[in-house]
């Protein structure tokens, strides 16, 4: 892992066109979530480039195509959508399937705007990837964690901060201690709806996502 976080690895790759900031094995990880979920919705905080929607909105065309929800959508958040970001991402075939919000994850304003988006849609996958900082991730842990209901999941990337050396990130306000692996742990000692999902994880060797995975038990 340090070896691939030193060649940015994460950065190496594609979707459809688009950079996708994911090691591909998560991606595949993800895949069989959402194949298995089959969401109405999968909401993202974190948009970046936009592979992650784009990748997200194809493998819900991909359900529809085999009898899946035929309407599925993907709502992506970000607290900045750079212009040349959002031009290329609207201008995506798979587009048809994506909304996007400009504003912070952690904002009740903003957080009011997705629960009213998700309304009354069974079936919610929700994907934290935005700020890594424990005190951000807990917050978006609290505010959007009721949207997944039993069988679908909640996903929090980039817990691997907790495992990598102390000086990994000098010029981020996170690092050990101070992460999302630390505020899913805290999220879970207080929260009995969501577990750990050990059979993705077990069979995932390189992920940056270890303790990320979380299985919603019940509504």
């Known amino acids: 892992m340090d070896r691939a976080n030193a060649r940015k690895y994460s950065y190496h790759f594609e979707w459809l066109g688009r950079p996708v900031i994911q090691y591909p094995q998560d991606m595949i ?4 979530i959402i194949w298995a979920v089959q969401p109405d919705l999968i909401f993202e905080t974190g948009i970046a480039h936009g592979g992650s929607l784009i990748f997200s909105a194809s493998m819900l065309e991909l359900n ?3 009898g899946g929800p035929p309407n599925a959508e993907v709502l992506g958040l970000d607290i900045d959508i750079r212009a040349h970001n959002r031009e290329e991402i609207e ?3 798979m587009f048809k399937r994506i909304t996007m919000i ?3 994850s952690i904002d009740d304003r903003v957080a009011a705007r997705v629960h009213e988006f998700a309304g009354n ?3 919610v996958l929700v994907i934290l990837d935005s700020n890594h900082t424990h005190a951000h991730v807990m917050r978006e842990l609290e505010l959007y964690s009721s949207l997944v209901k039993a ?3 909640l996903i929090v990337f980039d817990t691997v901060i907790e495992d990598m050396p102390e000086d990994a990130f000098p010029d981020r306000p996170w690092g050990k201690g101070d992460n999302p692996k630390t505020a899913v742990w805290e999220f879970l000692r207080a929260n009995d709806r969501f577990e750990i999902d050990r059979e993705i994880q077990d069979k995932l060797l390189l992920t940056v996502a270890p303790d990320g995975f979380l299985k919603c038990l019940k509504d």
């Open 29 to 32: 990880a993800l895949q069989e």
């Open 64 to 66: 529809a195509a085999c």
């Open 91 to 93: 201008k995506h075939p």
């Open 102 to 104: 400009e504003g912070s």
């Open 121 to 123: 849609m069974k079936r």
């Open 151 to 153: 069988g679908s999941y």
